[in-house]
């Protein structure tokens, strides 16, 4: 198997994975870790894409929030404490991905000679 079958099986897994999350989530658990979205069912299906991809993130809060659902203003510290490692994560890993792209590019080679693709007239 190739490399890029690899990641696709991986990719289809991962959305399989969230489909599952995203079909418990909406009809069960959001109801029972937001009093807000009771009854309002027309904006749960915009919610699946985002589900789809980040369900590990949405699996762990809502197990957060089904153990204190009691403690309201406990609700969304764990995010907001996250925030400021995260921001310093992805500057990080932006700038290590600016670096090695630039260091892994690709040189031309000297000897080739520039071929014109099409006649210019004068």
């Given amino acids: 198997m190739t490399a890029a079958g690899t990641l696709i099986d991986i990719a289809a897994w991962w959305l399989i994975a969230g489909a599952v999350v995203a079909g418990l989530f909406l009809t069960i658990g959001i109801d029972r870790i937001d009093e807000d979205s009771r009854g309002a069912y027309a904006f749960r299906p915009l919610l699946i894409p985002g589900i789809l991809l980040i369900w590990p993130m949405v699996l762990w809060r809502w197990i957060r929030l089904e153990g204190r659902s009691e403690q309201w203003h406990a609700r969304y510290r764990p995010p907001r404490a996250a925030h400021l490692p995260v921001a310093i994560l992805l500057a990080a890993a932006l700038g290590l991905a600016v670096i090695a792209g630039l260091n892994v590019r690709q040189t031309w ?14």
């Fill in 109 to 122: 080679p000297a000897q080739t000679v520039p071929e014109r693709l099409s006649k210019v007239e004068p």
